[in-house]
């Protein structure tokens, strides 16, 4: 992309009502607009960072066995009858009346709807197991939205659903989400702990929050500082291997890890002292066993084995896609702007032409320009007439974690110069060096 022809709205001034940083550097950077209190519209290098959040979401979910659908945003009340969340969702839930004067919401999750889904086409416990799930825009009526993405009304959740022939099938599935949800967050740069929680208007015992260390965070949480050290790495799981699964669940939940909610300070005090940590984190997602909540009161049964007709065991899983961008602003950045992991970069390198204009400086910027295309690699081209530092001053606060710089003083001892957003330190080597060295850390990505 060419930044002469895209479009990116930078802001030079602090927007005075954004109280975080992610909610700062997103505005300045020209990913988002406000449209009403927590309604957003992405502009484009949000927008591609969004697509790449939902794209690794997506991935490590059918590597896990999962299966991608979608449902509409929009619902009919009588589902929501049914389960009797209707009336207990309150306020928080988008009530619409369609001209016919029927009932709707807008949705903020969907157990309803998948159950009904379910019990119209499922039948045997030879289906199962089944774990369906979506992308999708939810919207939740908030109190007080704020932090931009972080707390909006309307946010794009992933939410997956599992049915099960019994309780240790489903506890698999509950399993199984938490790896692949721990190797998701990992792809995106995150260390995100898993913490017992509680379930709320979901309902169930068994749930984990995911959450991500951040002053800003809005939990309170309370872990032994060994479990910020747990890594899956590329670790292959075996995904329907049930002791396995468990196996690496039981790694990340053995150490003290809870929010405000389920702490337990006689628990918390049997850590060794100088790793007792209380801090704030932002939650990324969680993850319900609720058994036969929904399956019971709708009516979704499957006959088993034996002949007999019983509920279906479920649960629900959830991951913040709009919300983890924020999160991970929050998890790193510097004063310059944002400094993205290389697994969500809007783009992987950017490109700052010195001379614009001079012969020389614009065919071996367009030269490195086309052959990181034709690697697969779109930069991000700064081919604007502007000085230095103003193209610095952009690539710092958009963050693409890769700087070429092309300038004619370099160029005439055949050099270019590769920065690091991270570390700041700046290499000199040839155009083709940089392309490689490019291609060869997003190999895999
Ligand atoms: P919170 O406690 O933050 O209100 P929740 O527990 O109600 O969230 P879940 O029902 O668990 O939310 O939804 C799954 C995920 O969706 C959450 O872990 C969070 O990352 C994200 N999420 C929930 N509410 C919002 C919101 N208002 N704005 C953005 N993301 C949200
Ligand atoms: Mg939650």
Redesign the pocket.
Known sequence: MRLSRYFLPVLKENPADAQIVSHRYMLRAGMIRQQAAGIYSWLPLGFRVLKRIEQIVHEEQVRAGHIPMLMPTLQPADLWRESGRYDDYGQEMLRIKDRHDRDMLYGP?NEEMITDIFRTHVNSYKDLPLTLYHIQWKF?D?MRPRFG?????E?L?KDGYNFDVDKDAALHAYNRHMVSYLRTYERMGLTAIPMRAAS?P?GGDNTH?FLVLAATG?SEVFYDSAVTDLKLGDRAVDFDNRAEVAGVCKEFTTLYARTDETHDESLFNQIPEARRKVGRGI????IFYFGTKYSEAMGATVVTADGSRVPVEMGSH???V??LLGAIIEASHDDKGIIWPEGVTPFPVGIVNLKQGDAGTDAACEGLYKALEARGLEALYDDRDERAGAKFATMDLIGLPWRITVGPRGLANGKVELTSRRTGVSEEMSAEDAVERIAQIYAGR
Request: glycine share 22%; aromatic share 4%.
């Open positions: 999750t939740r908030e993405v972080m707390r909006g009304r946010f959740m709320g979901i929050e809005e939650e990324v997602g969680q959830g991951i913040g709009s919300r």
